[in-house]
């Protein structure tokens, strides 16, 4: 199993943390992994910064809930590339993750991902973003905040490209216009 861990910013304008106690426990860890002699590349189209553009209130305030598809969104490419004779039929599933940085969630549902900007430095407030995976589609994150979106790499092609649409998210009655952004964390491995 091999990592990579990639960060995504998302950026734009828009027109228009629940703590919890941390339990102590002992527990037993069991590691394991295979080493190959070279790993994958995994890059962000447009060097992770994914610009949204301008949208208005009205389309923020029509989408659905944060697992329901609703278009509109922006696309971009996940891209896999340079595996080479590390694959030897041995990786054959990527593995995408997918975690606010802040390590807080927008909604109550943990499905949408906080806009970082706060309201009194011109950000929009009732709104967040969400991921989807095209395939599916489906949101990147389930309810809880877990995220394990699996591909097969390409039996004939050592480089990947997965797509996925980021858009907005209404998370209370009242959406105000502001700047939209949001940091997230895409760990990868494959096996």
Do not use: W
């Not at 295979?34 to 949204?52: A, F, H, P, R, Y």
């Not at 696309?75 to 340079?82: G, K, Q």
């Not at 973003?129 to 995220?147: A, D, M, R």
């Amino acid at each position: 199993m091999f990592s990579c861990i990639t960060k995504i910013t998302i950026t734009t304008l828009l027109v228009m943390g629940v703590i919890s106690p941390v339990a102590m426990a002992d527990l037993g860890l069991t590691a394991n992994a295979m080493i190959l002699d070279q790993s994958c590349k995994v890059t962000v189209e447009g060097g992770g910064n994914i610009n949204m553009g301008v949208v208005s209130t009205a389309y923020v305030n029509a989408t659905p809930s944060a697992s329901q598809y609703f278009s509109g969104g922006k696309a971009f490419t996940l891209s896999v590339s340079d595996c080479g004779a590390t694959r030897g039929g041995v990786a054959n599933r990527m593995h995408l993750s997918f975690a606010p940085q802040s390590g807080s969630f927008a909604d109550a549902g943990d499905q949408t991902f906080i806009n970082e900007t706060p309201v009194i430095a011109g950000g929009a407030s009732g709104t967040g973003i969400v991921i989807f995976s095209t395939e599916g589609p489906k949101n990147v994150l389930e309810p809880g905040g877990n995220s394990n979106v699996v591909y097969p790499f390409p039996v004939s092609d050592d480089d990947a490209k997965y797509l996925f649409e980021a858009r907005f998210q209404k998370i209370s009655s009242a959406v105000a216009a502001g700047k939209v952004h949001s940091s997230v964390i895409v760990s990868a491995y494959y096996d």
